[in-house]
């Protein structure tokens, strides 16, 4: 399944004060999926939900609605809003579903970015100073929409075969 759709703005900007970094696991720049590619991300956590798997549909919190981590930094500084916003919305890809970890693992769904986004993902890691050993440094970035965290190893292939 290819669905293409528009990322919405990154979250973590607004104006004029430093803002502490959100809860764990709640990244401060992300761009938000809409239109079909959040509803066939969606999609996919629910079948996994309904087959018994634990999925994200199970954490309801705004950390874990469809997002693509652009950078994950401790605080963000609310004055670069401007130069955070993306330019224009990103047309993307998923790609098959795969997993990060060992045991447990995460189910993720790549996402096939394109010049646009990758451009746009080097920008803010310049401007918000990630360092190059950090996953989000352009080097080592991997977009991608999470559909389950903590995965027993055991159940990958279960999970698999339901969101392929």
């Known amino acids: ?8 703005p990154p979250q973590g900007a607004g104006g004029g004060k430093r803002r502490e970094a959100p809860p764990p696991g709640d990244p401060p720049i992300a761009a938000l999926p809409r239109g079909r590619l959040a509803e066939n991300v969606l999609h996919f956590v629910r079948v996994l939900r309904t087959a018994g798997l634990p999925s994200l549909a199970d ?87 999470t559909l389950a965290r903590r995965l027993a190893r055991s159940r990958v292939a279960d999970a698999l075969a339901v969101v392929e």
Request: charged residues 15%.
């Open 1 to 8: 399944m290819t669905p293409p759709s528009a990322a919405g």
């Open 59 to 145: 954490h309801t919190g705004a950390s874990n609605r469809p997002h693509v981590t652009v950078c994950v930094v401790p605080a963000v500084d609310v004055r670069l809003e401007g130069r955070l916003a993306p330019r224009s919305p990103f047309r993307v890809t998923l790609g098959p579903p795969g997993t990060f970890g060992h045991d447990p693992v995460v189910l993720v769904r790549p996402v096939l970015a394109g010049d646009d986004l990758r451009t746009y993902q080097a920008d803010v890691a310049a401007l918000l100073g990630a360092s190059a050993d950090d996953l989000t440094s352009p080097a080592r970035w991997s977009p991608h929409v």
